[in-house]
Nanobody
Framework: VQLQASGGGLVQPGGSLRLSCEAS????????MAWYRQAPDNQREFVAR???????NYADSAKGRFTISRDNARNTVYLQMNNLKPEDTAVYYCYVQILPNAYWGSGTLVTVSS
């Protein structure tokens, strides 16, 4: 499975972006689909997770502002980001787990700045 992330860009504080991560194969069997991010000089950190049973989890920094969703028909996972803050600036990576394997996608850069 190959993953291609897109949707990043430059946005002003308070703005919104929707990230997409399209898989080359079916994600209907994916146990977990998630987004992580890595800011300059920082370690990669968890942002949001969608489990196959329908549950979702968010980092505290993302709660109330970000929403993860998946479209199995399009083999795509999304991250809707609202009320963006400068501290959200990072490269965002998608992650898919289809046991026993895990896959990382290419990153997409999000810059939040006025």
């Amino acid at each position: 499975v190959q993953l291609q992330a897109s949707g990043g860009g430059l946005v002003q504080p308070g703005g919104s972006l929707r990230l997409s991560c399209e898989a080359s194969g079916s994600i209907s069997r994916a146990d977990v689909m998630a987004w992580y991010r890595q800011a300059p000089d920082n370690q990669r950190e968890f942002v949001a997770r969608s489990r196959s049973g329908g549950g979702t989890n968010y980092a505290d920094s993302a709660k109330g502002r970000f929403t993860i969703s998946r479209d199995n028909a399009r083999n795509t996972v999304y991250l809707q980001m609202n009320n963006l803050k400068p501290e959200d600036t990072a490269v965002y990576y998608c992650y898919v787990q289809i046991l026993p394997n895990a896959y990382w996608g290419s990153g997409t850069l999000v810059t939040v700045s006025s």
